[in-house]
């Protein structure tokens, strides 16, 4: 598959409602649109970072340059027969794996495209509906919370995640359980403490989460595998692991029992079926995270988690939760779950009107 063409296109939109976490709050995405251009084919992907470098160090103005300036000359004018060969050819960029991941993304929707096979084919998974559950930002108050978590579970959601912080943790967690004894239900505090906080972590055990996701430091794997020694409840590590050999030492170490799997954090699709492949050797589930995506990377996601690992429900909401336009047409959530896409590639084409509509700027990468 030989990339003739790289485009970029940025895509301001809007989240209908300020999804607030330890990190900050975030209402305008700035969506990084990505075409690759090769055998008159095209290939799209949305790069995944936000705005600022609170989840992690990359952001939309970083990618756009890393891929401008670093990614793209590697790869125009060149040919690819795989994703292993590409990522061979990126492989002088250390870090920067959101901006790496979305060409990634973009060169598997090239690459089933020219298979004429749906992406869930090409990643070798099933095509079975994917169970959805629903991260719910920190609230103004403990009763709006449980409002949140009971319309959530009333429109179906397979299981309920509180964003967490320190003060903003044991309140909010006692009163969703106590309104809704029965329903799966994690927590996430995006790194928001220390091991030295273990004791109020410690009382989180006592409501019978799924999990505690991320909650030490985002570069730590010595201090979450301390913390699970003192918890019952398993720890689900994401911001840590950006790669296999991240997993699989977060996983011998001890640091969690549970891997959040986000294509963008761990540099594409590629790398994200490795760490899938790891933790399956652990025993220990994943789940597909999700990055306040449009619905070009929905069912891109839910392709990834038709793989065998993925035993938990995955952050794959509704496209109507987010926002009020999409970029293609609406994924909806029926029973819980979301269907696998299966239509050649990695999603459906992005309605020309409606990028029309939100696009500011363009830039494209052509052979010279
Ligand atoms: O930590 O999982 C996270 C959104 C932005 C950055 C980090 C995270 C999240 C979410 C939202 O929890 C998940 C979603 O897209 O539904
Ligand atoms: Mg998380």
């Known amino acids: 598959m030989r990339i003739d063409r790289i485009e970029l296109r940025e895509l301001p939109m809007r989240l209908r409602f300020r999804f607030q976490t330890s990190f900050g709050a975030e209402q305008d995405r700035r969506i990084l649109l ?38 793209a000359p590697r790869l125009v ?4 027969s795989t994703p ?9 960029i250390r870090g920067h ?28 998974g099933h095509e079975r509906p994917i169970p959805v559950g629903i991260s719910i930002g920190i609230q103004e108050s ?35 359980r106590e309104a809704l004894p029965d329903v799966p239900l994690t927590v996430d505090a995006n790194s928001a403490y220390r091991l030295t906080d273990a004791r109020v972590l410690r009382q989180l055990d006592a409501f019978g989460l799924d999990y505690v ?12 595998a301390e913390l699970q020694r003192q918890l019952t ?14 997993a699989r030492k977060g996983l011998q170490l001890g640091s969690g029992r549970i891997i959040n799997v986000k294509v963008g954090r761990v540099r594409g699709f590629r790398r994200a079926r490795q760490v899938h492949d790891v933790a399956q050797a652990f025993g220990a589930p994943v789940w597909c995270g999700g990055m306040l995506e449009t619905g070009l990377a929905r069912g891109a ?21 987010f926002y009020d336009r999409d970029l293609t047409t609406p994924y909806v959530i029926d029973d819980g779950h979301i269907a696998v896409p299966s239509f050649p590639g990695l999603c459906e084409e992005p309605d020309g009107d409606a990028v029309a509509a939100f696009q500011t700027t363009e830039r494209v990468i052509d052979v010279e």
């Open 97 to 124: 794996d959101m901006a790496v991941a979305s060409v990634e993304m973009a060169f598997w929707d090239l690459l089933a495209k020219s298979w004429n096979v749906p992406l869930w084919v090409a990643l070798g």
């Open 213 to 224: 996701e991320q909650p030490l430091a985002h570069d730590d794997l010595i201090d979450h």
């Open 301 to 321: 996601n839910a392709a990834l988690a038709g793989l065998p690992g993925f035993t938990l429900p995955g952050d794959i909401s509704a496209s109507s939760r």
């Open 142 to 176: 403990v009763q709006a919370t449980v409002e949140s978590a009971r319309a959530a579970v009333a429109e179906g959601y397979r299981r309920v995640k509180l964003k967490i912080q320190p003060g903003w943790d044991v309140a909010p967690v006692a009163a969703v």
């Open 34 to 71: 990505v075409t690759l251009y090769g055998e008159g084919l095209e290939g799209y992907a949305e790069c995944v970072a936000g705005e600022g470098p609170g989840y992690s160090s990359e952001t939309i103005d970083t990618c756009w340059s890393v891929i401008e300036s670093f990614v």
């Open 77 to 80: 004018g060149r040919s690819f």
């Open 233 to 246: 409840t398993p720890i689900c590590l994401d911001e840590s692991v950006h790669s296999p050999e991240d």
């Open 84 to 92: 292993d060969e590409l990522l061979h050819a990126l492989a002088p």
